[in-house]
Structure formats: structure tokens, C-alpha cells
């Protein structure tokens, strides 16, 4: 018959949770637990795909400005172009 109770198994409790957690911990203070638990589920759902979203544009603009002065380009060092002459 399955599930003999109401509510939801450990897995889903366990994702829930995590989401819940995930948007308190990294929405600065904005949110606090009991706020983000009575949110409607698509409301829930939207702020989180939304914290995700800003961090990984966050994340890929901080990979590109610290690549700038990378000594490794595509796996392989990059060597110092001396045919140019360097401002004097």
C-alpha cells in the first residue's frame, strides 16, 4: 500500500528543507525561516531558482576578471609576448 502516514518522505523533508535553509542563509537577512516556510510553493520555488541564477552570474564574473592576470590559458602557461614594445 506504500505510505501509511501524511506528509512527505525523508527525501523530499530533507530537499525542503535545504531549500528553505539555502534561501535564509544566502539572502543576506532578507528572509527569515518562518517567512520563507509560509511562502506559496511557486513563490519558494522562484526565490530560490533566483538566488541561484544571481550567483552563479556572480561566480562566472569573478572566474573572468581573476582570469585576466591567469598565467594559464586553456590548460597551458601562457608565455609573455616580448615582441611588443612596452611602454616607456
Known amino acids: 500500500m506504500g505510505l501509511h502516514f501524511f506528509g512527505l518522505t525523508p ?3 530533507a530537499a525542503l528543507f535545504a531549500q528553505l535553509h539555502d534561501i ?3 539572502g543576506n537577512g532578507g528572509y527569515s525561516f518562518e517567512t520563507i516556510y509560509e ?3 511557486w513563490l519558494r520555488r522562484f526565490t530560490h531558482r533566483s538566488l541561484i541564477e544571481h550567483f552563479e552570474k ?3 564574473a569573478q572566474q573572468q576578471q ?3 592576470g591567469n ?3 586553456n590548460g597551458h602557461i601562457k ?3 616580448y615582441s611588443t614594445k ?3
Open 11 to 13: 527525501e523530499y523533508r
Open 24 to 26: 535564509v542563509f544566502h
Open 39 to 41: 511562502f506559496p510553493i
Open 58 to 60: 556572480q561566480n562566472k
Open 66 to 68: 581573476s582570469g585576466q
Open 71 to 73: 598565467l594559464l590559458q
Open 79 to 81: 608565455a609573455p609576448d
Open 86 to 88: 612596452a611602454s616607456r
